[in-house]
C-alpha cells in the first residue's frame, strides 16, 4: 500500500480512538432543597487545618500533603473529637432527609428525575439501520 506503517498506525489509532469515545452523558439538575451531605472526620480535621495554615499562602498541594500527614499522625482522642462530630453530623443529616422526604418539593423532584430518565432513554437508543 502507499503508505507507511507509521500512517498506517496514525489510521488505525484514530479508529481505535473513535471507537473508545466516551458519549455525553445527561445528567439531571441536583435537587437544591435536599438537605447537604454532612462532611466527613478527614474534611472537618482538612477545614481546620486550612484555617490554621491559611496566612502561609501555601499551594493546594502542599496544604494536601501537610493535611494528610497530620492525619496519619494525630492522636487517636483527637481523631475520635472528630469522628464523633462526623457521625453526630451523619445522624442530624439522617433525620433532616426523613423530614425532607415527607415534604411536597422532594414528590416533585421525583416526578422530574422519573420524566428526565424516560426523555434521556429515548435519545440514548440507537438509531435501527434498515
Given at each position: 500500500?502507499?503508505?507507511?506503517?507509521t500512517?498506517?498506525?496514525?489510521?488505525?489509532?484514530?479508529?481505535?480512538?473513535?471507537?473508545?469515545?466516551?458519549?455525553?452523558?445527561?445528567?439531571?439538575?441536583?435537587?437544591?432543597?435536599?438537605?447537604?451531605?454532612?462532611?466527613?472526620?478527614?474534611?472537618?480535621?482538612?477545614?481546620?487545618?486550612?484555617?490554621?495554615?491559611?496566612?502561609?499562602?501555601?499551594?493546594?498541594?502542599?496544604?494536601?500533603?501537610?493535611?494528610?500527614?497530620?492525619?496519619?499522625?494525630?492522636?487517636?482522642?483527637?481523631?475520635?473529637?472528630?469522628?464523633?462530630?462526623?457521625?453526630?453530623?451523619?445522624?442530624?443529616y439522617?433525620?433532616?432527609?426523613?423530614?425532607?422526604?415527607?415534604?411536597?418539593?422532594?414528590?416533585?423532584?421525583?416526578?422530574y428525575?422519573?420524566?428526565?430518565?424516560?426523555?434521556?432513554?429515548?435519545?440514548?437508543?440507537?438509531?435501527?439501520?434498515?
Open positions: 500500500s502507499g503508505m507507511s506503517s500512517e498506517e498506525e496514525a489510521v488505525t489509532n484514530d479508529n481505535v480512538h473513535r471507537l473508545w469515545k466516551r458519549k455525553y452523558h445527561r445528567h439531571p439538575k441536583p435537587d437544591t432543597h435536599a438537605p447537604t451531605k454532612p462532611s466527613s472526620a478527614y474534611v472537618m480535621f482538612s477545614n481546620d487545618i486550612r484555617a490554621e495554615l491559611k496566612q502561609q499562602n501555601k499551594s493546594f498541594t502542599d496544604l494536601a500533603k501537610i493535611i494528610g500527614d497530620r492525619w496519619k499522625n494525630i492522636s487517636a482522642n483527637e481523631k475520635e473529637i472528630y469522628e464523633l462530630g462526623a457521625q453526630k453530623a451523619k445522624e442530624l439522617a433525620k433532616q432527609v426523613d423530614a425532607y422526604q415527607q415534604t411536597e418539593s422532594f414528590q416533585c423532584y421525583q416526578k428525575l422519573s420524566e428526565f430518565k424516560s426523555q434521556n432513554e429515548v435519545a440514548a437508543r440507537p438509531i435501527k439501520q434498515i
